[in-house]
């Protein structure tokens, strides 16, 4: 062979190995691809995360999983090295220890593997979060990430304690088990008389330990989501939901991370009884409107039993008690429990529910009264559902803003208020400190104080100061809370400089518990008055006031900026109450009152219900509380005004509707066949209960009496029922639930109303066909005019706001706000929220009303 065909055998040869060098490149690749990097070794503390001075320890492995020997390349400097990471690299070994770029070349065989490096690196300066180390092989590129938990110690709780409170069970024993779980709120506490900011990291969290059975890093943040703490104040950090423990007592512990000397601890009791819960089935709790309620507002709550799965299943309950639901306070008590009105018989009930689906079961309304007939306090609430014979359980939560109207409801021991200082500033001003005694006080609503001046008989100034504390705040004070900077104008309301004489100062809190108190000095401020009898006996120079005895009762308005109390006669007549110190300063009017009064008209207007002319009580002849009866009372010489439908009228109210409801009632039932034949057989089986008056107390008789209310009034609201029967929350509540138990009514939803219905009505009737009982206010009254108002803008589809409806009825806004909450009360209108305003808009009820009356 020639030199010039070998040269040519040659380049053909260098061509073919060039054409294969990427196949053979890509079939190395594809076996180094093969091969799995991973971290080893690496152990997390039992407390389930890192913090500073912590030694991480572990090796970088490279394995090879599959068949066949795989070459592949390493670094002889530095065969491994590690990263720890979160947003941004934080740590990197291979610069750190200063490794080269070398390269050789290793086998690892099928199954093999192969420890690259091993690592012990001590943690610093990490912080609060979730960081990755991530192992490498330089020369190969291959990698791998494991993830670890830091936390880190903080000094900024040092004026800071916790507190943790397991809450009541619902079986009242307070023994947790496998249904009854251990549901424990966390609070933090302000213990320095000024606000701290929360500047933490939102990644810190809790440490919850129960003795060696369990030790995890909660989901409550540290700060509980607050960004800033006020002075003394006491904040909800969370719940905190746990099971699986042994029989006996147990500590529970939560502390912050890494601080075991910033903890709180308290005991529970577990018993085992050997239950599970049914897999595949989960619990909720359905609200009527949102998470957020107030004062007039009902809670309609829903237990659902929800069925996510792919099959369906099949549910029997021993008894009528299927899903029942409790809601806890911040202090973990129970303050309603739907099994409180409830007799639960047993008789056995199934259910199928179909895969996807859910069993629902409504339950009574509620009006946020507690287990001590006290209205809730402002704050937020825990929402539990339970159904005992399958061991689930489900979560939902409100907040509740209260009116702050009964403040001492519930207390033992009332607080002090005591003024510390009483200073003339100048010839016409007074400056005020107060010193209010309480250990652990709430705001209902915004802290204020309310400063009263009075000369011997009429209220002359009248001044609210704020304090800052937001409503729903707690406050555990180790001093009193001072108030200062509290100043008095000594003018009268022509801005006039008071006369010379003797003046009293009453101060008052709008917290719960509230406190006030009385000063009694001389203007100019010469002498306070520590006797105040015996002082009145010396300068009193006036003959006394002569009053008159009046018989009504009371009922609280509000206005745009206040409120006040509106006292009704005998004859309808009302008026403003101005004071009411003659009969003692821890008297208040009531709702719940009524009697005989000695009162003094004055002969302005009422300085906050313009309204209403303003009296004075100077004396109670009487006074009972007002109580239910079904006794028939003769309201001759007490007829209210025409046509008005009164806040508060017992028998009275009764009495006037329901002449109204039977004759529009009558016309409506004859006109509809469907309804009026059942309807008369109902009627029929109720009038065997006329004038069995001797047994009011009977559970029988009253259903009797409601049954025959709805039979009249179909459709009849809750609030509605409640007036017109006499029959308090928890009464109507019990005899509701135990007609729809027996299917002899039924009810459906109205918006935020909800109707019932007796059983002679079928429930498929359609929604528009179903009668709505009428109410006829006289047309030429004030609530006649708003309603008809409410009727001609709803046409041309708007909805007045209650500035709108006092400007076109030349009315003030206070009196518009007083039959706007009466008109709603009794069902005939709603308000809706638009942007930032409410507006006003009438019901069904009422539009059935204007189409079938002369309104």
């Not at 690496?42 to 890192?50: A, D, K, M, N, S």
């Not at 108030?483 to 003046?503: A, K």
């Not at 101060?507 to 203007?523: D, G, K, M, Q, R």
């Not at 706007?820 to 930032?836: I, M, S």
Request: charged share 20%.
């Amino acid at each position: 062979m020639g030199a010039a065909a070998f040269v040519r055998r040659g380049a053909v040869l260098a061509l073919v190995f060039l054409l294969l060098l990427p196949v053979i490149a890509a079939t190395a690749d594809e076996s180094e691809a093969q091969l799995e990097l991973s971290i080893e070794g690496l152990t997390v503390p039992q407390r389930g995360y890192f913090i500073d001075g912590d030694v991480i320890s572990f090796d970088v492995v490279l394995s090879n999983p599959g068949s066949s020997t795989i070459s592949t390349n390493t670094n002889p400097d530095c065969p491994a090295s590690f990263q720890i990471m979160q947003s941004e690299v934080i740590f990197d070994s291979f610069i750190d220890e200063g490794c080269r770029n070398q390269t050789r070349g290793i086998e690892i065989n099928a199954g093999e593997s192969l420890v690259l490096d091993s690592f012990e690196y001590v943690l610093d300066n990490l912080g609060f979060g979730i960081f990755s180390i991530v192992g490498i092989a330089p020369s190969s590129g291959h990698s791998s990430s494991i993830d670890f938990t830091s936390q880190t110690q903080t000094d900024l709780f040092s004026n800071f304690s916790l507190e943790v409170i397991v809450a009541q069970t619902q079986s009242g024993d307070d023994i947790n088990d496998e249904l009854e779980t251990v549901e424990a709120i966390v609070h933090l506490v302000n213990l320095q008389d000024s606000t701290i900011q929360m500047d933490i990291d939102d990644d810190c969290r809790y440490q919850v330990v129960v003795e060696n059975e369990l030790n995890i890093l909660s989901d409550l943040p540290c700060s509980g989501g607050h960004l800033s703490i006020p002075a003394f104040a006491v904040v909800e950090i969370g719940w905190l939901s746990l099971d699986g423990f042994s029989d006996g007592q147990h500590t529970l512990q939560v502390s912050l991370p890494a601080q075991d000397d910033f903890s709180a601890s308290t005991l529970f009791t577990w018993v085992n009884n050997n239950q599970s819960a049914i897999t595949g089935l989960e619990a909720s709790i359905l609200l009527n409107n949102g998470q957020s309620y107030g004062s007039g507002d009902s809670l309609v709550m829903t237990a659902s039993v929800d069925n996510p799965s792919d099959s369906n299943v099949q549910l029997t309950f021993p008894s009528t008690c299927r899903a029942e639901i409790f809601i806890i306070d911040q202090d973990g008590v129970i303050v309603y429990d739907t099994r409180d009105i409830r007799d639960c018989p047993e008789i056995e009930v199934n259910h199928l529910i179909e895969a996807g689906n859910s069993l629902q079961i409504q339950h009574s309304s509620w009006n946020f009264i507690d287990r001590d007939g006290c209205e809730l306090l402002t704050g937020d609430y825990r929402l539990i559902v339970d159904v005992p014979d399958y061991l689930l359980r489900g979560y939902n939560s409100l907040t509740y803003t209260s009116s702050g109207e009964t403040l001492n409801c519930g207390v033992d021991n009332l607080p002090s208020i005591d003024f510390t200082s009483v200073e003339q500033v100048n010839e016409s001003s007074i400056e005020i400190a107060a010193a209010f005694t309480v250990e652990d006080v709430r705001w209902a609503q915004p802290c204020r104080m309310t400063i009263k001046l009075y000369d011997e008989t009429f209220l002359l100034f009248e001044q609210v100061q704020s304090c800052g504390e937001e409503p729903g705040s707690r406050q555990l004070l180790s001093s009193d809370l001072i108030f200062e900077d509290l100043y008095l104008h000594m003018y009268n309301q022509q801005m006039e400089l008071l006369d010379e004489g003797i003046y009293r100062i009453d101060i008052s809190t709008n917290s719960w518990p509230s406190a006030e108190a009385s000063l009694h000095f001389e203007w100019p401020l010469e002498v306070i008055i520590e006797d105040v009898e015996e002082s009145n006996e010396e300068t009193e120079t006036e003959e006394p006031v002569e009053g008159i005895v009046v018989h009504g009762s009371w009922q609280f308005i509000t206005t745009e900026d206040s409120g006040c109390w509106l006292f009704t006669d005998a004859l309808g007549r009302e008026a403003a109450l101005s004071d009411s110190t003659a009969v003692g300063i821890q008297w208040q009017p009531s709702p719940e009152l009524a009697g005989n009064y000695t009162i003094f008209y004055t002969e302005g207007a009422h300085h906050t219900c313009t309204d209403y002319a303003a009296f004075f009580v100077f004396e109670i002849k009487d006074e009972y509380t007002v109580f239910l009866t079904t006794e028939s009372t003769s309201i001759k010489e007490e007829t209210p005004e025409s046509g008005i439908i009164t806040e508060y009228g017992g028998t009275i109210i009764t009495s006037v509707v329901a002449v109204s409801f039977s004759a529009m009632l009558l016309a409506f039932v004859i006109s509809h066949e469907g309804i009026r034949i059942p309807l008369t057989g109902v009627s029929l089986g109720i009038l065997g209960l006329i004038g069995r008056t001797h047994e009011t107390n009977d559970g029988k008789f009253q259903r009797g009496r409601l049954m025959g209310y709805l039979t009249a009034n179909p459709g009849c609201h809750f609030r509605a029922l409640l007036s017109a029967l006499e029959m308090s929350n928890g009464q109507l509540t019990h005899h509701i639930r135990v007609l729809e138990d027996e299917d002899r009514i039924w009810r459906r939803g109205d918006g935020r109303l909800v109707r019932f219905y007796p059983s002679a009505i079928p429930r498929a009737t359609p929604e528009d066909e179903l009668p709505i009982p009428p109410l006829s206010p006289d047309p030429n009254s004030l609530q006649g005019k708003i309603l008809r108002l409410l009727d001609d803008d709803g046409q041309m589809g708007e909805y007045p706001t209650q500035f709108d409806l006092a400007i076109r009825l030349e009315k003030s806004q206070q009196l518009i706000s007083h039959h706007l909450r009466t008109l709603q009360k009794f069902g005939l209108v709603e308000k809706k929220k638009f942007g930032v305003r409410n507006r006003y808009k009438l019901t069904r009820e009422a539009l059935f009303l204007l189409e079938s009356s002369d309104l």
